[in-house]
């Protein structure tokens, strides 16, 4: 599983982290995605990698302009997860 973190401009409340969360699953298949206008950054969850350049252009059609895109490899954090490997 792989964790993408997207610094995104323009976001100034929850309906502009809506407008995002919806733009991303609309476009691709995440398992998860958190957008914070605090934060200025949307986090997804997916099996599959996709493209920064796609995911800039679904997340600019929105009227928000990406700054940077992060890819880490994601585990599972939880209270046994100590105990896998």
């Known amino acids: 599983m792989l964790q993408i973190t997207v610094k995104i401009d323009g976001m100034m409340c929850g309906m502009c982290e809506a407008h995002v969360n919806d ?19 949307a986090v997804l969850l997916t099996e599959t990698d996709i493209s920064e350049e796609e995911l800039c252009k679904a997340i600019d059609a929105t009227g928000y302009r990406v700054l940077s895109v992060t890819k880490v490899p994601y585990e599972k954090k939880g209270l046994f997860s100590g105990l896998r490997k």
């Open 23 to 41: 733009a991303i699953r609309k476009a691709f298949p995440v398992k998860k995605v958190s957008a914070s206008h605090s934060k200025g950054q």
